[in-house]
């Protein structure tokens, strides 16, 4: 198929499969990520938007994985949990994203980006954020509308939900799971989306079904990782995970000046 050389010559397929593999890799073990990696990644030498229809199934899949590996029974669980953070995250993110032809990118990008690094740099040096593991309605609906309102203006309200997570001291198979479940629900909301807008189609479907089987095996591979390693390790890796995107989404905000 014609489409298939999109992506470049045999060479940049294979890098877009090793990207693929390490953005699996990471999920499985921290239970976030992916999406920005292959986005970044594949976008270094493909447009964008095919960057973008690359991720949606492997990003899908992943995520169900990542929901259901416990059984249908405790996703359905971490969901009941969760359910005022999804609501009210929801619903902040329909109206912020009213918002998004108003505000300059530079200043996305700083809203989401400061208050992410300053978390993950000030618990890494050893000054955390703590919440109890039952914070309260209107704590966790604070959080939701937060994470919703950055979600709406930018697409990113994954470090959010994982800040929460973190700072809850949630254990990290529950951890993984209840963020396969809230991004799962996002995944099926973004293939619905950009079926719509026209990014996922006939032809760019197969190069997205392509990534799967990398995505996958990465996934595959991450999970044995997490299942080794205990919390305190699981949750430094995960908080230099979030201060490396928070620094780089910093970098995009302040050279887009």
């Known amino acids: 198929m014609e489409i298939f050389a999109a992506l470049g010559p045999p060479e940049l397929w294979l890098l877009a499969y090793v990207i693929a593999l390490g953005a ?55 969901l009941k949990r969760f359910r005022l953070f999804l609501i009210v995250g929801g619903a902040m993110l329909l109206l912020s994203a009213q918002l998004v032809p108003v505000l300059p990118a530079s200043v996305l990008l700083l809203i989401i980006s400061v208050p992410l690094v300053a978390y993950a740099g000030a618990t890494l040096a050893g000054r955390p954020l703590r919440l109890p593991p039952r914070p309260g309605r209107a704590v966790e609906a604070g959080m939701g509308g937060a994470a919703g309102f950055i979600g709406g203006l930018s697409g990113v309200w994954g470090p959010i939900t994982v800040a929460m997570l973190t700072a809850m001291e949630t254990e990290k198979r529950e951890q993984v799971r209840v963020q396969g479940v809230m991004y799962g629900l996002g995944a099926l909301a973004l293939a619905g989306a950009h079926l719509a807008s026209g990014v996922l189609n006939a032809q760019t479907l197969p190069l997205s079904l392509a990534l799967v089987p990398p995505a996958l095996l990465g996934i595959w591979t991450g999970f044995q990782i997490q299942d080794r390693i205990d919390q305190a390790l699981f949750k430094r890796l995960t908080l230099w995970i979030l201060l490396i995107a928070g620094l780089n989404l910093l970098r995009r905000a302040i050279v887009s000046f």
Request: with cysteine; hydrophobic share 60%; glycine share 10%.
């Open 24 to 78: 699996g890799v990471i999920k499985g073990v921290v239970g976030f990520a992916m999406p920005l990696i292959l986005l970044s990644g594949l976008s270094s030498f493909v447009a964008p938007d095919l960057a973008l229809a690359c991720l949606i199934v492997p990003t899908l899949l992943t995520n169900a994985w990542q929901a259901l590996r416990q059984g249908p029974a405790e996703a359905l669980a971490s």
